[in-house]
């Protein structure tokens, strides 16, 4: 009796052994497929990560070969206007027309002109101070007199910054 005792007790321990190791594969091939859907997932959002950054640096690839353009056309649109205040032509004159037409294209392109600051403080973000004049009032301390140049932005970004007189 004894020995049979002991044959079933080894059969069965080696039934547990078997069904613990069936266990442990099952368990080991669930961790497995977790861990594949892991890699899974995150090989898909460094996908999309890297479609946007690619799409967002196309865009700005644009924008910069536009820049360097916009940037080398902006002394010409200076020198229609210095041509304009030194003869004053007619408004249906060719001149006045081409720049009208050079202009309204720039603006189609994304190119705006910063507004006037004179009589506003001096912001660093769209102003380059070029010289200082003493003035008497207080009240004008730190105030633009006088723009020396245009300054424009293309987009909503600064291309040329507009360079200023500044009371002190």
């Not at 069904?19 to 460094?46: G, H, P, Y």
């Not at 020198?79 to 720049?99: C, H, Q, T, W």
Request: net charge positive.
């Amino acid at each position: 009796m004894y020995t049979k005792k002991t044959k079933k007790s080894s059969l069965n321990q080696k039934k547990e052994k078997k069904s613990s190791k069936t266990e442990e594969k099952t368990i080991s091939i669930e961790e497995q497929l977790l861990i594949e859907k892991d890699k899974s997932l995150r090989l898909f959002a460094e996908f999309d990560n890297f479609r946007k950054r690619t799409a967002k640096e196309r865009i700005e690839l644009f924008s910069t070969a536009s820049k360097d353009i916009m940037a080398s056309l902006l002394p010409i649109l200076d020198n229609f206007e210095r041509s304009f205040k030194a003869n004053n032509p007619k408004d249906d004159d060719g001149i006045v027309l081409i720049y009208n037409q050079l202009k309204a294209e720039l603006e189609k392109k994304g190119l705006k002109e910063i507004e006037n600051p004179v009589g506003k403080t001096l912001d660093t973000d769209f102003h380059e101070a070029i010289t200082n004049i003493p003035t008497e009032k207080k009240k004008d301390k730190g105030k633009i007199v006088d723009v020396i140049e245009k300054g424009y932005l293309l987009s909503s970004k600064v291309l040329r910054y507009v360079k200023v007189v500044v009371a002190n």
